[in-house]
């Protein structure tokens, strides 16, 4: 049970395992699955596409996962960490060129038309490969897709792809939408993509905007007795203060994705009726980064770039900034990662005099105000904690004689700024890790990636050697020798700090008493609740 | 009538250019923005290079600045908002739905600021330099020096969650499928915060107008007179003192709505009201252009047509301002 | 001499008065008593008031001393207000005079202008502007002046109007003095004291918009604000309520003060005052 590794670490640990158990159906509480009720649930962004099969987000999951189904869902105890949903498996070729998945019987789709091995074809040829954001790169080779009967699909591939990396994509990218519905004219500008139809447990009943979501049962859903809830809300609070307040009014009954602020957990866990639970976004680990813009004469030197490193006390940033709901980094895969991590890399320890003798090596001595010299330092706005560790860092830097000027912007302005203009010397952003290097973290360091790509390599950090390694693994099909590579990897960012790993993080969800079977697979928050009950 | 309607076209005229000035000013300040709404929108989605020109191209914004100014007067000329990016709605169909939640929150506020405010700026206008008059006069300013946010965030805390006795936000309980009069109630409840933290911040501005006008009046010749005559003192002030001193504040009525406008922003964002300020919010955030410039115009026509509404009124009121005074 | 006597007559005035006063040594005296930075760390995160001597009103989520950082916010709401009026007036008295003093065409122009950044919302055109720009002191200072300056141009014309008729310009014209100087020299200084008299409404106003800019994140993040400092504490409301209730009081009674003292200086010198 790797994934407990950040609940343990929590400073409330002991309270966070106590509640841990209560969210384990196996072990819960005498409670039974009740049926019936509605769950109102808080909203904090309102997405406009809602459809998971070309927006490959968090917070489109959040709401549409309850209602378009992936091919498998992530899973604590899942052989390699996966639990069937519209597949019931899959099976990788040797070569590297197919994958073939036998299909779950009986499903339908919301308007009672049967789920078939063409919708999954439709899905991965039209929409995940050429629209969706993650599918793009990962699906890239992907040529056909074969549907010798109406319950098999085999993927056909250009070239060797890894089966693991496609095992690891699949919780994320495989989200499987309508032929029938999307056939009909220009997929972008379809319906529903608003008003998503899928054949997940809960069907899209209604979206006001500035208001609220609103999720209704599935009669005729696959799973037995599934669903429990009769519907699910979500009510846009905008305001990072309100979640806390709606819950404790009795408002709405659940907070997840950290809405209610840390700094409010240890007083809210004591309101009678409230749990605070840590579990449910092991799959979700986000990474508090600090990004280097490599085109900076000084940033360029890799000492100055160690000194930066040994400058960040990360224990401070775990404890003081995430609270304990987080641990510190070493390099760029998370530390509970079960397939990938090491933590055979090259290390930082908190030490300004160290940092400060690196960078009077590096020849920029303290001028006669003690600045040695000045950067643009840019936090990303999407989260209070990207901010803060902005702040602190702000500080970090003055200690060793760096003066940061700290930019803040929307994240429009942010994204222009840093990834098309870069227009920065340090950013701090939060690209997430996504179960496997390849989906999205190799992608951070890797060089020739175009202008405008958000969440990529935008410092101009050029290194022949890694990207060769990156090359290599992406075609490595044996996983122990892919899994290796990539250990290598590891190692080789975390010497010669393209970026530096500060923190990984995920998040917090609080939830009434009444609320049943949280967080009981690692992207619970963005998994299709099927199972999630109110009782009494 | 004549003058009313002299005023009446004198004002048409004049908006119009007003108008113009607004939405050209508006769109060369949009367009100096750093990051477009396809930036905007991949902030949450993440993507590559293709993927963003493919969205530029959709959602037009390779053409010219020139170009797609020229376009949105040309629409607009026939009444057409355009499409919004970020809702990929009509923007009529976005504004409309708002609209009317932003006038009935503005018009409370503004009831309550008026009505209290004027009503209390006569009670301590009526003894000019006693303790209630100094009381209420720097109570109320106080109350205004409070940032509205600040006030709103306490109401919450005090009567939504420890009290609760009303709901924490949102304009009605939410998919309640309550009708008529039931929901004209839950509105209603939905909006006693609100309205107060809006209403309360410019109260002072009439409590405080009031009064002064009303030490103004007391020395005047003919409130002299009236009280040399013996006229009772609840009468003197009704009749006299404070009806002379009301017209200002009609006129500050029109001034102050488009900065009531301005303050529901910050206090939509908090109580989580779906109204015009919040959705302003989230179209600068999304750099939808088309969608700002749409709220800002209707908001400019709104502004408008109050301070009209309130200088007809003047007009009728008080026969002595000529039509042309009104106008500049 | 006379005038600051009457100035200290009404106890309102004195009360403002004392206030400014003391915001002011506040803001003098924040570098020398509080060195360097105060945004450094200072000691542990959320340290409630009266715990430790050297941090007497305790420390905010990251540790930093909240009372060095509420003088130091004195500096930035004071420099915010005072800046940002007095761009407003300078813009909206040199409009106000020219629309006044030119008439005809210039005058429709100028006036049109003033009505149209009358009908925006001045903080929709404040959270715009600063959203675009980027939020650093002097954008902040800029956008709140864009939404004030239309008030003091009103103000401006309407006393030019009244004065460009009056003897002395009159002589100014015979004596063949060009148009720019006679309503820059001769006209301007006499329309002043009613344009001036807006001014404590107009730095109140400031600072609170400032603060409002703040709540929704577009404030200079490297400069200590009060308005900042209150949309930081606001997220820990509930559990640490002293971290937006210090800076709170703080502006409270700071835009309190201005409104008294503004109000002594208007009654003083008799000029009526007009709000809009």
Redesign the interface.
């Known amino acids: 049970m790797s994934g407990l590794t950040i609940s343990r670490r929590g400073l409330l640990a002991g309270s966070a395992l106590l509640l841990a158990s209560t969210a384990l159906p196996a072990i819960g509480r005498a409670q039974t699955p009740k049926k019936g009720g509605r769950l109102i649930v808080a909203a904090d962004s309102e997405p406009r596409n809602l459809n998971p099969a070309i927006v490959a987000s968090n917070d489109v999951f959040f709401i549409s996962s309850k209602v378009v189904e992936t091919l498998a869902e992530a899973s604590f105890d899942g052989k390699d960490g996966l639990q069937p949903r519209l597949a019931r498996s899959w099976e990788g070729a040797a070569d590297g060129r197919s994958v073939t998945f036998k299909l779950r019987d009986g499903v339908k789709w919301h308007d009672g038309k049967p789920f078939t091995s063409a919708d999954v074809a439709f899905s991965a040829l039209q929409v995940w490969k050429p629209l969706q954001n993650l599918g793009r790169t990962v699906f890239k080779d992907l040529e056909a897709v074969d549907t010798p009967d109406e319950l098999t699909a085999v993927f056909k591939f250009a070239k060797p792809t890894p089966f693991q990396l496609i095992r690891n994509a699949l919780p994320a990218l495989s989200s499987v939408v309508p032929k029938h519905i999307y056939e009909v004219g220009k997929i972008e500008d379809n319906p529903a993509n608003n008003a998503p139809v899928g054949t997940g447990p809960f069907k899209f009943a209604e979206y006001k905007a500035g208001q609220y979501y609103r999720l209704v049962r599935n009669d005729a859903y696959w799973g037995k007795d599934e669903p429990y809830l009769d519907e699910i809300v979500y009510q846009v609070l905008p305001d990072r203060t309100s979640a806390a307040a709606a819950l404790e009014a009795e408002e709405i009954q659940l907070a997840a994705f950290s809405a209610v602020p840390l700094a409010d957990l240890d007083r809210i866990s004591k309101v009678p009726g409230l749990k605070v639970i840590t579990k449910g976004y092991e799959g979700l680990t986000y990474q508090l980064v600090v990004e280097i813009n490599h085109r900076r004469k000084e940033l360029a030197d890799l000492k100055v770039r160690q000194a930066i490193a040994h400058a960040i006390d990360k224990d401070f940033v775990v404890k003081t900034i995430f609270l304990g709901y987080a641990a510190t980094a070493t390099g760029p895969v998370p530390k509970h990662d079960p397939q990938f991590y090491t933590a055979d890399v090259p290390t930082y320890p908190f030490d300004v005099a160290k940092a400060n003798e690196l960078l009077d090596e590096a020849g920029y001595k303290r001028a006669d105000d003690g600045k040695r010299f000045a950067l643009k330092l840019l936090p990303a706005p999407y989260f209070n904690e990207t901010k803060q560790f902005g702040d602190y860092l702000r500080q970090a830097l003055a200690a060793i004689g760096i003066d940061a000027q700290i930019v803040n912007n929307d994240s429009a302005a942010h994204m222009k700024a840093v990834y098309t203009d870069h227009a920065f010397d340090l950013a701090v952003g939060p690209p997430v890790f996504r179960g496997d290097p390849a989906i999205s973290t190799t992608i951070l360091v890797q060089s020739g990636i175009p202008d405008g790509v958000p969440f990529s390599n935008q410092g101009g950090y050029k290194n022949p050697e890694l990207d060769a390694l990156i090359a290599k693994a992406s075609e490595t099909l044996d996983t122990a020798a892919r899994t290796e590579l990539y250990k290598e990897f590891q190692k080789k960012v975390a010497a010669d700090l393209p970026l530096i790993n500060v923190a990984e993080w995920s998040f917090i969800s609080v939830a009434r008493d009444t609320v049943g079977n949280i967080a009981n697979n690692p992207r619970w928050a963005v998994s299709n609740w099927a199972d999630t009950y109110l009782a009494g | 009538m004549t003058r009313a309607i002299r005023l009446l076209r004198r004002r048409l005229v004049g908006s119009v250019f007003v108008l113009l000035i607004v939405v050209i000013g508006s769109f060369l300040l949009l367009e100096a923005a750093p990051g477009d709404a396809v930036d905007a929108y991949i902030v949450s989605t993440g993507g590559d290079a293709g993927m963003i020109e493919l969205l530029r191209h959709r959602w037009g914004l390779d053409q010219s600045e020139l170009t797609r100014l020229a376009n949105y007067l040309w629409a607009l000329l026939h009444l057409d908002l355009g499409q919004s990016v970020t809702f990929s709605r009509p923007i009529r169909d976005v504004i409309l739905e708002r609209l009317p939640t932003t006038l009935i929150l503005m018009g409370s506020a503004t009831a309550l600021s008026f009505g209290l405010g004027s009503a209390l700026g006569i009670y301590a206008g009526a003894r000019p330099g006693s303790f209630r008059d100094r009381f209420l006069s720097i109570g109320s300013l106080a109350l205004y020096a409070v940032p509205g946010f600040w006030l709103g965030l306490v109401l919450i805390v005090v009567f939504a969650v420890d009290l609760r006795w009303l709901p924490i936000g949102g304009i009605e309980t939410i998919a309640s499928a309550k009708t008529g009069l039931a929901r004209a109630g839950d509105i209603a409840t939905h909006l006693v915060l609100p309205v107060s933290a809006l209403g309360f911040i410019y109260l002072a501005l009439y409590l405080r107008m009031m009064r002064a006008g009303m030490a103004e009046a007391w020395r005047q010749d003919f409130v002299l007179a009236a009280r040399a005559r013996g006229l009772p003192r609840r009468r003197l002030v009704l009749a006299h003192v404070a009806r002379n001193a009301l017209l200002p504040l009609v006129t500050m009525l029109g001034l102050q709505s488009a900065q009531m406008l301005g303050g529901s922003v910050v206090i939509e964002s908090v109580f989580a009201v779906p109204g015009l300020g919040r959705l302003a919010q989230e179209a600068v955030a999304g750099r939808d252009t088309p969608l700002l410039l749409g709220i800002i115009l209707v908001s400019a026509v709104l502004v408008i047509v109050i301070n009209l509404l309130v200088d007809l009124a003047y007009a009728f009121l008080d026969p002595r301002v000529g039509a042309g005074e009104a106008g500049a | 001499m006379k005038r600051l006597h009457r100035f200290f007559q009404t106890p309102?005035a004195i009360a403002g008065a004392l206030i400014l006063a003391l915001l002011v040594i506040m803001a003098l005296a924040a570098p020398l008593l509080f060195p360097g930075?105060p945004?450094?760390?200072a000691g542990p995160?959320?340290l409630s008031p009266f715990q430790h001597w050297s941090l007497p009103l305790g420390t905010d989520?990251?540790?930093r001393d909240v009372l060095a950082e509420l003088f130091h916010g004195a500096r930035t709401s004071l420099a915010v207000g005072l800046t940002a009026a007095a761009a407003a007036l300078l813009v909206g008295a040199v409009v106000g005079t020219m629309a006044g003093f030119a008439g005809g065409l210039i005058d429709e122009v100028l006036?049109?202008?003033t009505?149209?950044f009358?009908?925006?919302?001045?903080?929709?055109?404040a959270?715009?502007?600063v959203?675009?720009?980027?939020?650093?002191l002097g954008v902040v200072i800029a956008a709140i002046a864009l939404?004030a300056w239309t008030g003091p141009a009103r103000v401006a014309?309407a006393e030019v109007l009244s004065i460009r008729e009056r003897d002395y310009v009159a002589g100014a014209r015979v004596i063949g003095m060009h148009p720019l100087e006679i309503a820059f020299r001769e006209v301007l200084p006499n329309a002043l004291p009613p344009v001036l008299a807006l001014s404590s409404v107009i730095v109140?106003a400031a600072i609170?918009t400032e603060?409002?800019l703040s709540?929704?994140?577009?404030?200079?993040?490297?400069r200590v604000t009060w308005?900042g400092m209150?949309?930081e504490g606001?997220?820990?409301?509930?559990?640490?309520p002293f971290l937006?209730i210090v800076p709170?009081i703080a502006?409270?009674?700071?835009?309190?003060g201005v409104?008294?003292a503004g109000e002594g200086v208007v009654e003083s010198t008799a000029v009526?005052?007009s709000?809009?």
């Open positions: 309102e930075d945004q450094a760390i995160a959320l989520r990251l540790g006036m049109r202008i009505d149209a009358q009908t925006v919302p001045s903080f929709l055109l959270l715009a502007f959203s675009i720009v980027g939020p650093s939404g014309r109140a609170l603060a409002a709540f929704l994140g577009l404030g200079d993040p490297n308005g209150i949309a606001r997220t820990v409301l509930r559990t640490a937006s709170g502006l409270v009674l700071t835009v309190l409104y008294l009526r005052r709000l809009s």
